[in-house]
């Protein structure tokens, strides 16, 4: 059972590029979540997605972010118009159900330049 | 606005000996609570968890205390071990969420722990 996975692990983009980050939640699992990294600190929750659904999107910056679980394929985070801040370690979880362990991706290393 | 606070930024122990590592939480909505463990360039990885309905959940060294009058947990190594140096994140959540179903985990800002030989 393959964890979950995140690609691609590094990214870079010049400012102004958009930037799209997968995400594929461990089978039988359709909650997802992004959480954002930014150096020195701790784990920020972006969103909360289940399938077709956003459940919670209150960390998301309210514009260039947008997030989207559909019914087919994996998570994508879609970053657009790119900035420096944006510069980060993007990570995103999976698990069963409300109220249970969410296992973690690698995380996707976003470098704007 | 900090709901999971970790106020200690690292923590250097002798092997064999037990680590401590401490968090508190202000939102009295949590119901669930998680430790995570995560070396550099990796993503977290859960290492138990408690309920709010239990104050102690144990597994092998790894030990779980949640005082709901003070909204503290801890968690505990006992021994620790070299290979136990990672950063160490304390997480929380609720069933709801105000309007918003459960689910997502609050992050404290992590403490790193360093076992030496």
């Known amino acids: 059972n393959a964890g979950v996975m995140q690609n691609p692990r590094h990214l870079v983009r010049r400012r102004g590029q958009e930037a799209r980050l997968r995400c594929s939640p461990m089978k039988g699992h359709s909650h997802v979540y992004w959480y954002r990294q930014l150096p020195e600190e701790g784990l920020k929750f972006m969103v909360y997605l289940q399938k077709e659904n956003i459940i919670d999107e209150s960390g998301m910056p309210k514009e260039r972010f947008s997030a989207e679980f559909p019914k087919e394929g994996p998570s994508i985070l879609r970053i657009q118009q790119v900035v420096r801040g944006d510069s980060a370690a993007y990570f995103c979880?999976?698990?069963?159900?409300?109220?249970?362990?969410?296992?973690f991706g690698q995380g996707t290393r976003l470098t704007v330049v | 606005d900090q709901q999971v606070k970790q106020n200690s930024p690292s923590l250097s122990v002798q092997e064999g000996r037990i680590s401590i590592l401490n968090c508190d939480y202000t939102n009295s909505m949590f119901d669930y609570f998680l430790w995570y463990k995560k070396y550099p360039a990796e993503g977290p990885t859960f290492l138990i968890s408690i309920s709010s309905i239990k104050d102690k959940n144990e597994d092998g060294r790894f030990t779980v205390f949640l005082n709901k009058s003070a909204k503290h947990l801890s968690l505990h190594i006992v021994p620790s071990q070299p290979g136990d140096s990672a950063v160490y994140f304390c997480?929380?959540?609720?069933?709801?969420?105000?309007?918003?179903?459960?689910?997502?985990?609050?992050f404290g800002q992590g403490t790193e722990l360093s076992v030496k030989p």
């Open positions: 979880a999976s698990s069963l159900g409300t109220l249970s362990e969410a296992f």
């Open positions: 997480a929380a959540s609720a069933i709801v969420w105000g309007d918003n179903q459960g689910g997502k985990l609050i």
